[in-house]
């Protein structure tokens, strides 16, 4: 089972200024590493996948980078909507696909 | 657009079996994709609980294979999961999840899950 580590374990960031969210492979999962975000009350939703291509819909302020065990979520400049629960995920691997602990970002 | 939606007790008792169906709106299961089984206990994180591909063949999280089974039924376009002998531990909210698969030649590569249902609660509880 390959352990993914997040940190920290809650992000406090102002309005505009930029978040970076890391995520640690106990091995290398090359670049098969996937971000999500979850709001109260909500499922996860894609954010980033391949370590760093977009999903969808999803803003340019949202940005991956990394491969191997490092990885990093970067949100350039906070809006009040990107307070959230955020999940790195492996699956370079499996069984089991696993999940990082995430990262809580809260708006200061 | 696909849609995906869990059904089921929201209550089970200590040491029953507890069974969920997700089904499945705007894609055909038989089409292709793993289709997954995620849950995450109130205030906790997410933890894979399993998949299965069309075909019938499905994988388990090691901590739960003696407890788990998924199930597909490609003519109601559904997959199921049966978990048994649950505890308190096993409360959480349950989410089906559709994850991103490619054939090439005769090897499946799976990705990202790219839709989830909404998630439904179940609490082991007497």
């Known amino acids: 089972e390959i352990v993914m580590t997040q940190s920290p374990a809650t992000l406090s960031v102002s309005p505009g200024a930029r978040a970076t969210l890391s995520c640690r492979a106990a091995q290398s999962v090359n670049s098969n590493l996937a971000w999500y975000q979850q709001k109260p009350g909500q499922a996860p939703r894609l954010l980033i996948y391949?370590?760093?291509t977009r999903a969808t819909g999803i803003p340019a302020r949202f940005s991956g980078s990394g491969s191997g065990t490092e990885f990093t979520l970067t949100i350039s400049s906070l809006q009040s909507e990107d307070s959230a629960v955020y999940y790195c995920?492996?699956?370079?691997?499996?069984?089991?696909?696993?999940f990082g602990g995430g990262t809580k970002v809260e708006i200061k | 657009q696909v849609q995906l939606q869990e059904s089921g007790p929201g209550l089970v008792e200590p040491s029953e079996t507890l069974s969920l169906t997700c089904a499945v709106s705007?894609?055909?299961?038989?089409?292709?994709?793993?289709w997954d089984w995620i849950r995450q206990p109130p205030g906790k994180g997410l933890e894979w609980i399993g998949t299965i591909y069309h075909s019938g063949s499905a994988y388990y999280s090691p901590s739960l294979q003696s407890r788990a089974t998924i199930s597909v039924d490609t003519s109601k376009n559904q997959f199921s999961l049966i978990l048994t002998s649950v505890t308190a531990a096993d409360t959480a909210v349950y989410y089906c999840?559709?994850?991103?698969?490619?054939?090439?030649?005769?090897?499946?590569?799976?990705?990202?899950?790219?839709?989830w249902g909404q998630g439904t609660l179940v609490t082991v509880s007497s």
């Open positions: 391949g370590a760093s």
């Open positions: 705007g894609y055909s299961i038989s089409s292709g994709y793993y």
């Open positions: 995920q492996q699956y370079n691997n499996w069984p089991p696909l696993t």
């Open positions: 999840v559709r994850r991103v698969t490619v054939v090439r030649g005769v090897v499946l590569h799976s990705y990202h899950f790219d839709y």
